[in-house]
């Protein structure tokens, strides 16, 4: 934290230099170079100008490779070539120094503007459109909430701080203090609460600025995560005043107490936040249709459903709240459609995910009867099941350009046989599964680097998810609200509405070989409140969502004892004969001690194991847990610095349960 002083000068630069569009005209300002901080963050279009150059930092969009669509890799969803290490028990270890976890530069630059904006704003000296003035002093709180969820999920307790500190030891130091997750969860909701005040609706037809519903939807997203991590946390050392919370050994926090009374209180006052802002959006969100087709002619429907996630412009969608665009004339682009066609850069489906889907009837792969067509072919895959499974599944020989242009040379017109072969990420299919989620038809957006479709950040499916998840976990029961939000998810899924069907159909056990969900707290789930969560699986697939979702349900204890192994398709099987070379010899080599092994052993299973190839990999066994692993270490340096260089348990940080205090070691069993 000594080091924050440097941030301002960072928060200047990147402000005044700024070239991103706002909602204002830059007729009659002052040259650049005159301007001073004194005379910053005086007039509108300078809040607007300020609270654009956090929007790429703060809020998710594409990067490399697959981009958002990628970020479910390293979960039970989605495999990337190399295994994680955090399922490696041992291999995660504590950092010297971290310079990108537990960070408060955003935090900074929020506090900065929201410290001098706010006395010019209630004394009234800031110029412009008043209704814009609020908007983007909301804007920077919903950004500054943003930036502590992060934060939150990654350490839970976390220190709370409202305004720019000096820069001296002793208020830096009383800073670092960490505040209870339940007191962080209360402090992010009350940001948000000020932004829903302060923003407005529709502040934007392009639906590129947050909005007061955007702001709703987050908030229900933290008080849904916060309700479901104090209820499967409760009685832990992850939860404050739990048995070793590690909290407790500081003076500060000793004599803690749940605002609501106890944790019961507190995971009901989360939950009834949820409910009532995730309603306050679902009810004003109309779901994009889905007319069940796959584009494979130029003459075919364009399906509303499919195209969200891969337009230019995605004003036009009811469901998308905020987007972000991009722009080829700028030079703001990415590469997205170009791996959505070249295997997903290294990023598939794992079975787990694909064997989740139900048949259109409503009825689990599993069950007699169910008219599943097994799995030797990925056509046999995809047939009769979900429509978020057949549209979104890539099958060998399906058309992956409609549209054809002198541009993008790096197309593949034609679906091939996925490329397992490769030791590298690009162009490889990593479990034989691949997504055309965020893939384009247009073969103009397929220059390397150079696709410009837009990137969603907020659906308003996600309010329809939410509340029916915080209504069973509140109620324990089905509300009229949650059950119309669940059929119309089924209807536009092309999935028998009755999910009461399902549920009778659910058998536990079998769900729980393919899906962490299944579980909570070791122990396996009933079979209503795991088909809300098979629903949200299912319906946000590779939307950067599912490791969220497994840590707040406590979805990994029981790889503590039982290890779990990630597969991708059938490839011993029928499939097996498309990897044969023009001479019909197979191509595929199998053997845990082959260091030249490019495909896992049928002995082991007839399922492609990335991660199961040779015996170089440390995840040859499968993947493992570590109780300590829900939560992130703090990095040494904090300690150090905070404990004035001498003994690092001075310091008023406290490392997470299960961390030491010692650079460079794992974690150890939390009993």
């Keep these: 934290m000594k080091q924050i002083n440097n941030i301002i000068r960072s928060v200047f630069s990147i402000v005044l230099t700024t070239t991103l569009a706002s909602c204002n005209d830059y007729l ?38 697959y981009g958002s669509f990628g970020e479910d890799r390293n979960t039970d969803n989605m495999a990337s070539k190399t295994y994680d290490n955090k399922y490696v028990p041992g291999q995660w270890k504590v950092e010297q120094n971290d310079a990108n976890n537990w960070n408060f530069s955003v935090i900074y630059s929020c506090n900065y503007f929201l410290g001098n ?9 800031i110029t412009g459109n008043k209704e814009y003035i609020n908007h983007y002093i909301g804007e920077i709180y919903f950004l500054r909430a943003h930036e502590y969820f992060k934060r939150m999920q990654l350490f839970g307790d976390y220190p709370i701080i409202r305004d720019v500190l000096p820069d001296q030891m002793e208020p830096l130091v009383e800073a670092s203090k ?16 000020s932004a829903i005040v302060l923003m407005a609706n529709n502040p934007d037809k392009n639906k590129n600025r947050i909005s007061k519903e955007v702001a709703l939807l987050f908030k229900s997203r933290v008080a849904l995560y916060e309700g479901t991590w104090l209820k499967y946390f409760k009685n832990t050392a992850f939860v404050p005043n739990g048995p070793g919370w590690p909290g407790k050994e500081k003076e500060y926090n000793a004599s803690y107490t749940f605002q609501s009374g106890d944790i019961d209180a507190e995971i009901d006052y989360f939950l009834s936040i949820a409910m009532e802002s995730a309603k306050l959006v679902a009810d004003n969100v109309q779901l994009v249709s889905n007319n069940g087709i796959l584009q494979q002619s130029v003459t075919d429907p364009i399906n509303p459903y499919v195209e969200m996630f891969s337009d230019v412009d995605m004003s036009g969608y009811s469901e998308v709240l905020l987007w972000r665009q991009y722009n080829k004339g700028l030079g703001v682009t990415h590469n ?97 599964y691949s997504l055309r989620k965020g893939g384009s038809f247009d073969q103009a957006q397929c220059v390397n680097g150079g696709g410009f479709t837009g990137s ?12 029916i998840e915080a209504c069973y976990e509140k109620t324990g029961s089905i509300d009229n609200t949650a059950s119309a939000y669940w059929k119309a998810i089924r209807r536009r899924a092309n999935v028998n509405e009755d999910y009461n069907l399902t549920i009778a159909a659910t058998n536990m056990a079998e769900e729980a070989k393919n899906d962490w969900g299944a579980y909570s707290a070791g122990s396996l789930i009933d079979a209503t409140l795991y088909n809300i969560r098979r629903e949200r699986r299912c319906e946000l697939m590779a939307e950067a969502l599912r490791f969220m979702d497994l840590k707040r349900w406590r979805a990994m204890d029981q790889m503590m004892t039982t290890p779990y192994h990630i597969e991708g398709f059938k490839l011993w099987g029928t499939m097996q004969d498309w990897y044969k070379d023009k001479n019909g010899t197979n191509q595929l080599i199998y053997g845990r001690d082959l260091a030249n092994a ?38 040494m340096q904090h300690f150090m610095i905070s404990a004035g260089g001498g003994d690092v348990s001075n310091s008023p940080i406290y490392q997470n349960p299960g961390w030491p205090m010692v650079a460079n070691q794992g974690a150890t069993d939390i009993k």
């Excluded at 910053?40 to 300020?50: K, N, R």
């Design 28 to 65: 009659d300002q002052s040259p650049l170079s005159l301007v001073t901080p004194e005379k910053y963050l005086t007039e509108e279009s300078q809040l607007a100008a300020y609270a654009n150059g956090l929007y790429p930092t703060v809020l998710p969009s594409h990067s490399g490779g």
């Design 117 to 125: 904006v706010l006395p010019k704003w209630k004394s009234g000296e």
């Design 178 to 193: 960490r505040a209870p997750h339940t007191e962080v969860a209360r402090f992010i909701i009350s940001d948000l609460d």
């Design 336 to 432: 997205v459609p170009v791996d959505a066609q070249h295997g997903n850069y290294g990023i598939g489906l794992t079975r787990g995910m694909v064997d989740g889907f139900l048949m259109n009837n409503g009825l689990p792969v599993y069950v007699s009867g169910s008219g599943y067509a097994g799995d030797e072919t990925i056509f046999d895959v995809r047939k009769d099941r979900d429509d978020r499974l057949t549209l979104f599944l890539k099958e060998p020989g399906q058309k992956n350009i409609l549209y054809e242009s002198s541009e993008g040379d790096f197309a593949i017109p034609i679906e091939p046989y996925p490329e397992i072969l490769k030791p590298s990420a690009e162009g490889t299919y990593s479990t034989g």
């Design 456 to 467: 969603i950040t907020f659906r308003g499916v996600e309010a329809y998810l939410n509340y």
């Design 598 to 635: 490019n495909v896992s052993s049928p002995e082991l299973s007839k399922y492609l194991r990335p991660y199961e190839i040779n015996s170089k990999s440390l995840a040859i066994d499968g993947y493992k847990w570590t109780m300590a692993h829900y939560l992130y270490p703090i990095a």
